[in-house]
């Protein structure tokens, strides 16, 4: 049982850097074009 929650810490905190990272790559892209539309 200890396996599969260290399984499902690694699970989770892979996804969340993965969710971060898209979301940081979003804002750049987004940052960019809301700086060329102002």
Same mark, same amino acid.
Do not use: C, G, H, P
């Given at each position: 049982?200890?396996? @599969?929650?260290n ?8 996804i969340? @850097?993965?969710? @971060?990272?898209? @979301? ?7 940052g ?7």
């Open positions: 049982r200890d396996n @599969i929650k399984a499902l810490a690694v699970m989770t905190m892979a969340s @850097i993965l969710m @971060i990272a898209v @979301i940081a790559l979003t804002f750049t892209e987004t960019s074009t809301y700086q060329y539309m102002l």
